[in-house]
């Protein structure tokens, strides 16, 4: 254990309990105080369905299981080669704070807790925020503040994107893929460290192929251009996906991309092409209301506030249907799937508390779920079920997620190499020229 006057005391802030109830093992030998203010921000937040506010109660379950009941002025040991945690009585706010901050809010006595601490702990004080503005406000008082970062990528640029692209491949390597399908990994030294299910578009001047990497048979299998009810893939990574998304070995698929690449379209066109294999195809996606204002304060009963977020999903299944006609067999079958609850449209926090069987279950936006989020979804899978998340990392409706945080990021960073999970990052955009322009220009 280090001295205790180079340990650094962490100050948390109530939005990192919510992103993470286990937070308190995450700060090593260091101590963590726990305003009492954010305590009563937990109280609110006890009640309800939602992951944040079973994040409340198990965290209030785990400081009450080691504080016991004594709890003193130097707090009580986390365990095992961790430093104290301890809750701080609030105490008046401190002049400098009161002087910059003249509204009495829960971050200003948050930020007035961490002040007086500075003057009172011989090591470095620092507050952990998820709020940006927060930090800031923490550093103009000369506190220091960080992120909470503990399930956090190091870097936007190091995240997997499932597919490369390999030039210079000798003519006669290409050829074995059309003539067998497969060629195996030593005659290809110029890939280096596949990792399961990665794809390539390997080239040689006027010659290509698709492939896709097979740990178990460590060979690169052909990847041809399947069809999904009805809808063709329009590049090489939508090639890629589409043959994850069918194959039954592949229980785990990730697709990130922006607005128009394809993603949610894709793993809806699948789903209705295997619908055979499943009990029921469920669509869902986290309800994140513009500006993060609460739903009651749309108008109308619980349909009517949801139908805006929900309607994406909706347009989807229009795309698939003009494919057909009105009467088309192929139409009338998602009609009736919908009907019969084959086909299930639904928000995310519906499904809280169900078990998965048999259901090829599709998470849209995923990136606005909080990694605990992802593994609770991904926990609650029984035999015989898939489960695909799409979303764009870059584009984020949630105020303490950012593109290295989020349960999507995450999810890819820590499911890479394993066979049966598979990842694509659809560059393109295919929806019309004029989306793709200003998806990249704007």
Known sequence: MIDHAERKL?????????????????????????????????????????????????????????????????????????????????????????????????????????????????????????????????????????????????????????????EDIPGESIDPFYALGSVPRDALPQIENPVANENFILRNGSKSVLATYSAETDSFQRVSKPSAYGIQPRNAEQSFALTALLDDDIKLVTLAGRAGSGKTLLALAAALECRTRYRQIMLARPVVPLSNRDLGYLPGDIQDKLAPYMQPLFDNLTVIRHHFGDKDPMAERINEMLETEKLVISPLSYIRGRSLQRMFFIVDEAQNLTPHEVKTIITRAGEGTKIVFTGDVQQIDQPYLDSLSNGLSHLINRMVGHPIYAHITLRRGERSLLADVASERL
């Open 10 to 166: 962490f100050v948390l802030d109530t939005n990192v309990i919510l992103h993470d109830a286990h937070c308190l093992e995450k700060f090593e030998e260091h101590d963590v105080a726990i305003p009492i203010t954010v305590l009563e921000e937990l109280d609110h937040f006890k009640r309800g369905n939602e992951d944040i506010h079973f994040q409340a109660r198990q965290f209030l379950r785990q400081l009450d299981e080691l504080t016991g009941p004594v709890l003193s002025a130097e707090g009580v040991s986390r365990g095992k080669g961790q430093g104290n945690v301890r809750v701080v009585l609030g105490s008046s706010i401190e002049p400098d704070v009161r002087a910059a901050f003249l509204q009495d809010s829960p971050d200003h006595r948050i930020l007035n807790c961490a002040v007086q601490l500075s003057k009172q702990h011989p090591g470095p004080v620092v507050l952990v925020t998820k709020d940006t503005n927060l930090r800031m406000k923490a550093r103009s008082l000369g506190i220091a503040a960080e992120d909470f970062t503990a399930d956090k990528l190091p870097s936007f640029d190091e995240l997997y994107a499932g597919s490369r692209t390999v």
